[in-house]
């Protein structure tokens, strides 16, 4: 499959923002299909973890508990492309950070998990400087 394209790198300060963007179709001109699409990053040294999470068709929204209230994920329908909008940024979030989606819309789906998501991004970095 084609990967996703993340975009919206960058190096900000401690307390600065950012937003990433996923566009659902990473191919011009193909339509395609996503039950939800996640947002996942991975520090230096670390595993990658769960930011958050937006069904399509409902907009329901999913987020790590550690970034509810700083980093939104939004879905916009007329380009098809998945926002993360993140605020007050720490050191901490520090990590690449990568696009996911599912195109399966049957069986249990849980968003913190990245079985749930058949297609990946190549990842975008985010660097916060204190």
């Known amino acids: 499959q084609v990967p996703l394209v993340e975009s919206g790198e960058g190096l900000v300060e401690a307390g600065g923002s950012l937003r990433l963007s996923c566009p659902i179709s990473p191919v011009s001109g193909r339509t395609s299909r996503a039950f939800s699409m996640g947002w996942f990053r991975q520090a230096p040294g670390k595993d990658r973890e769960f930011v958050a999470a937006i069904v399509w068709n409902t907009f329901r929204t999913y987020y790590a508990d550690s970034l509810k209230g700083r980093f939104t994920i939004s879905g916009e329908n007329a380009k098809n492309t998945v926002h993360l909008q993140m605020n007050s940024l720490k050191p901490d979030d520090t990590a690449v950070y990568y696009c996911?989606?599912?195109?399966?819309?049957?069986?249990?789906?849980?968003?913190?998990?990245?079985?749930?998501?058949?297609?990946w991004g190549q990842g975008t970095q985010v660097t916060v400087s204190s």
């Open positions: 996911a989606r599912r195109t399966q819309f049957y069986g249990a789906y849980s968003p913190a998990q990245e079985s749930s998501y058949d297609s």
